[in-house]
């Protein structure tokens, strides 16, 4: 697959045996559908993560094309004060975080900060 930012090949990583497409040129990340929900370790924070992205409060277009069907996606503004905004695909393939934003995602909604995940984001990103 390659990147939907840059265009360059993306790698394959694995996450929490959750694979995620990373691209190693601009930092990006792309999640296939119902990959975030994996990542965040509460039950209860993944059901208010999911509850943001199904409300999919001021969306707009986006440029970015999905790498699975090839639309355009629409951007979606997430988190306390639309703090991160994200492309998602219309037809539900995943979502698109450029660099750092998978990250802030995961703060805002998965609260240990000490977690697997989060450890695991720095120490592969260097965060």
């Known amino acids: ?3 939907v ?11 929490q045996e ?3 497409d990373h691209c190693l040129a601009c930092g990006g990340i792309w999640l296939d559908a119902g990959e975030i929900e994996l990542l965040v370790d509460s039950k209860l924070e ?5 509850e943001e992205l199904s409300e999919r409060r001021n969306r707009q277009p986006g440029k970015r094309k ?6 355009k996606m629409e951007i979606i503004m997430i988190g306390p004060k639309d ?11 995943g979502l698109w975080f450029d660099r750092g934003e998978l990250e802030t995602v995961l703060k805002i909604f998965d609260t240990d900060d000490h977690s697997a995940v989060h450890g695991l984001l720095k120490s592969m990103f260097g965060k």
């Open 46 to 50: 993944a059901g208010r993560l999911l």
């Open 1 to 3: 697959m390659n990147c």
């Open 18 to 20: 959750v694979e995620i």
């Open 5 to 15: 930012a840059c265009n360059e090949p993306m790698v394959v990583l694995e996450l």
């Open 66 to 71: 999905c790498p699975i069907c090839l639309k």
């Open 83 to 93: 703090k991160v905004q994200i492309d998602h695909c219309r037809k539900n393939h």
